[in-house]
């Protein structure tokens, strides 16, 4: 279930030409898809001795004995010293390091605009530290899912703005991605890019992104395959399917520079076959994610962690092949505006610890975009507010034990507004450039619609 895309994304006023061509070649991009310590107690003081009665006084001795020197006393310090049979005292326990909240961020746009409501959803939750990005690339032609020049720079801007950012990419691994293209078309084009037919449109994105110095990239390749909404689907031919997968790694590893994490990301449940059944082996993975809506209707939290492929065998599987976890796409859905999932969710994934999670912000199942939700919308904002991945520190110390779960520990402002599309103004005609030369230019460009008019 890949979300809805705006038009394309690049550099500054000096390549608006280059760039109006750049966003009339994209595609509308991807569209909905139907299917989803304990801390020890501190011993307690040990009991002070009774004091014991004066001993009876002893008779002195009638010749008093020569003199002895005394025998040299041991330092205080060594105990063992002084009672030989005494064992040496236990060593003290390191202390249990800090947990990390896992890195999150959401899907907020397509392109530029994606980008810029990053800062604006952090202050919506109180400063909380937004470390991932998470885009896609259009899948309509190849020369898009090599990354269309410009498109990628401002996510790679955000990207390298600071170290411990992460840029999450979904890739297609075929054109016509979301054509309804037939099983046959299908196991064709599969049995092609296992033979090598696409390697160099994948060279080609692997080289663009280490050029614009973000080869860290995590890229999801061929997202949600277990289903039957994309043509990069695996249901086909599966083995082909593999094959395929393991030659696009192998080409975009083969690029000088590249530091690229694999994520191999199903969406939760059966869907059109196992996705256990497309893993190309842990050579070629790097992560183990899964996309999970809160849906069918009336399916409960419990059983989205117990059904078959769902979240528990999810997490089991990657823990099986010694793979962290994701959740490069999740919300709500079919279930609407439900507080209970919001909470269950967030939970989840604090206990599993994914290597990040992105929610897909945008109606149905989003919090801070969508109106829709005020529940779910609340509950999110109240358990991530002010949150960062960093551990506690005593410069920074842990929420009491007294705070509730969920309780937010960083006030928030609650007038902050969600973000709104940059507004026309009057007697204008906007001019399409797209989203991204929009963001540099810090708004729209429009031509007056009164400007050659002619009076009487």
Known sequence: ?????????????????????????????????????????????APVPAASDPPAPVPPAPVPPAPVPPAPVPPASDPAASDPAAPAPPAPAPPAPARQAPAFGAYLDYGAWGVARIAQLSEWLGGAELRVGHTYLPGDRWRNIEGPPGFLDV??????????????????????????????????????????????????????????????TVI????????????????????????????????????PGQRFTFDFTPSRGKDAIAWTECYPGDDTVDVIGMDSYDQPAGLSFDEQVGEPYGLQAHVDFARAHGKP?????????RNGDNAEYMRR????????????????????????????????????????????????????????????PGEPTTPVDPATPPPTEPTTPPNCAPMDLGAWIEHWLGGRLCVRVDRWSRTG
Not at 372 to 400: C, F, H, M, Q
Request: some cysteine; proline content about 8%.
């Open 325 to 333: 976890v994701s959740y490069p796409e999740w919300g709500l859905f």
């Open 220 to 255: 999801v390749l061929g997202w949600e395959m277990n289903g039957t909404t994309y043509t990069h689907r695996c249901g086909p031919d599966p083995g082909a399917w593999k094959a395929y997968w393991n030659r696009i790694v192998t080409t975009m590893r083969s690029v």
């Open 1 to 45: 279930m890949a979300p809805h895309q705006r038009r394309g994304p690049s550099r500054r006023l000096a390549v608006v030409a280059a760039a109006v061509a750049t966003t009339a070649a994209l595609a509308a991009g991807p569209g909905f898809a139907a299917g989803a310590g304990s801390v020890r107690p501190a011993d307690p003081p």
């Open 345 to 404: 969710m967030l939970a989840w994934m604090d206990e599993q610890q994914p290597l990040y999670h992105t929610l897909t912000d945008y109606c149905p199942h989003g919090v801070w975009q969508c109106g829709r939700n005020p529940k779910a919308s609340e509950v999110y904002r109240s358990i991530l507010s002010g949150r960062t991945d960093r551990p506690a520190t005593p410069a920074e110390p842990s929420a009491p034990a007294s705070t509730a």
């Open 155 to 216: 996510w790679a801007d955000w990207r390298r703005e600071k170290a411990d950012r992460m840029l999450v990419l979904n890739v297609p691994m075929t054109e016509r991605n979301e054509e309804g293209v037939s099983d046959d078309e299908v196991r064709t084009l599969l049995r092609q890019g296992a033979e090598g037919m696409f390697d160099h449109h994948f060279r080609a994105l692997a080289e663009r992104l280490v050029a614009l110095e973000v080869p860290d």
